[in-house]
Nanobody, 120 residues
Framework: VQLVESGGGLVQPGGSLSLSCEAS????????MGWYRQAPGKERELVAI???????NYADSVRGRVTIARDNAKHTVYMEMNSLKPEDTGVYFC???????????????WGQGTQVTVSS
């Protein structure tokens, strides 16, 4: 299973940015898809996740500014970030929990990460 991220880049404070991540490979289903981020010198933290049924969970620091959604048919998760702040700067990693065979064991996969920089 591979996760390919797109989006990211440099944006001014107060601006908006969109990220997307597509899963490819051989698998039966994808349970949750989401985004984590890691700022320099800090641990990786949850930003937002969405289940296969569309239930979402957001970090308190981004709730109200970030919207996550997924297209199950395209195995893709999208995240729209608004009112960005300098503290949103970091490497954003796509995450997926995937069932790859009939043993129904869930495996976790990560994308390579994409840089988001919020700066004037």
């Amino acid at each position: 299973v591979q996760l390919v991220e797109s989006g990211g880049g440099l944006v001014q404070p107060g601006g908006s940015l969109s990220l997307s991540c597509e899963a490819s490979g051989s698998f039966l289903s994808i349970n949750t898809m989401g985004w984590y981020r890691q700022a320099p010198g800090k641990e990786r933290e949850l930003v937002a996740i969405v289940t296969s049924r569309g239930s979402t969970n957001y970090a308190d620091s981004v709730r109200g500014r970030v919207t996550i959604a997924r297209d199950n048919a395209k195995h893709t998760v999208y995240m729209e970030m608004n009112s960005l702040k300098p503290e949103d700067t970091g490497v954003y990693f796509c995450n997926a929990r995937v069932v790859i065979n009939t043993l129904l064991i869930e495996y976790e996969y990560w994308g390579q990460g994409t840089q988001v920089t919020v700066s004037s």
